[in-house]
């Protein structure tokens, strides 16, 4: 310390050392936390994806039932 304390020099060390470790692992769990949000971006994007490709098919069924319908006569 830079002036001197009531506190044992060991308990301010050790306080001193832990907020340097906090400090420190601030970037990598900054980091970690956008990882995560991007993971979870992309996750939602494929499901929604797999949505539209599923509406996609859907839709082609009904054409192509209602086309088939046309050339057979049927309504």
């Known amino acids: 310390m830079a002036f001197p304390t009531a506190v044992n020099d060991q308990i301010t060390n050790s306080v001193t050392q832990a907020n340097v470790k906090v400090l420190g692992d ?31 098919n859907q839709l082609a069924q009904a054409v192509t039932t209602k086309c088939v319908q046309a050339l057979t006569g049927k309504n």
């Open 26 to 56: 601030a970037p990598a769990m900054a980091m970690g936390a956008v990882y995560q949000a991007l993971a979870h971006s992309i996750g939602i994007m494929f499901e929604n994806a797999v949505s539209a490709q599923q509406q996609s």
